[in-house]
């Protein structure tokens, strides 16, 4: 199951259902939209009928409060997006971190080194990426956002990697990463940044997905950088997600070719 509101736009009923699929389980996946104050109840009634989920936009933050035990992971970033039963008890766990390693792996072609990343956005997905940021070694994130008290009140949780920023240009300067974290690009043309401002070696990950690549990142690319959409995030967070489910890996390729 996986909660949200609205889903309509998610590719993680087709994954799913590509995974279980392959894997020979007839289990249903499905999308349902819950309002923010229906989530308590509407995942009571899931916890009785014996289901696991996902949870999506708005309710990650809400149901790490909701769970009786969070993985270090998810406590870290502060959001659950899998759940599951567990010896009577509500787990949340958070593979959105690990999303991102992999799709942060995917765009430099190799793991991250001693990384200077400018964050662009402060919200859930931004607190993902400073939790996996927090695994790499000597990396350091600056971030940026519209709002700079809510940037101030996300680093203040990361104070070892992360530094506000009011200015774009000062969360840019020495980047080797420039990552994506807020909504645009994903049903507009617009930028986060324009792609000229990028400093010459940066690679670019966009958090959003989008068919046939999000217009920011064609653009990078276009420019001669690294760059990459959030697919690798999603296609990875799905495959954990199937992991903690059924105790056991997914069928990848199946996954990628149900969305590609
Ligand atoms: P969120 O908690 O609602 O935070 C959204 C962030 O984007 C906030 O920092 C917000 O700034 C900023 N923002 C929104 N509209 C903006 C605009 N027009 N101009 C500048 N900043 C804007 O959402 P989230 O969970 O962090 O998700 C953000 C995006 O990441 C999603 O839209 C999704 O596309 C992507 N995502 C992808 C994956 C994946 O698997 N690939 C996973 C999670 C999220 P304010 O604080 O100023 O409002």
Known sequence: MLLGHPVSH????????AALAAAGLDIGYEAIDVAPQRLEPELAALVAEGAAGNATIPHKEALARICDRL?????LADAVNVWWVEDGELVGDNTDVAGFHA???????????????????????ASAVLTAIGDWTGSTARVFNRDSERARRLCARFPDVARVETVM????????????????????EGFPVAVERIPE????????YREGDTPWVRAARERGLRAGDGLAMLVEQA????QRWFGREPNRQAMWAAVT
């Open 103 to 125: 799709l942060a792996r995917r765009v430099l072609g190799c793991p991250p080194g001693c990384e200077r990343i400018a964050l662009i956005g402060a919200g859930g997905a």
């Open 71 to 75: 993985t270090s992971t998810a406590g």
């Open 201 to 208: 070696r940066a690679a670019v990950i966009d958090l959003v």
């Open 239 to 242: 495959a954990l997600s199937f």
């Open 169 to 188: 240009e000062d969360a840019l300067a020495g980047a080797t990463i420039v990552v994506n974290a807020t909504p645009i690009g994903l049903l507009d």
């Open 10 to 17: 998610s590719l993680s009923p087709i994954l799913h259902g």
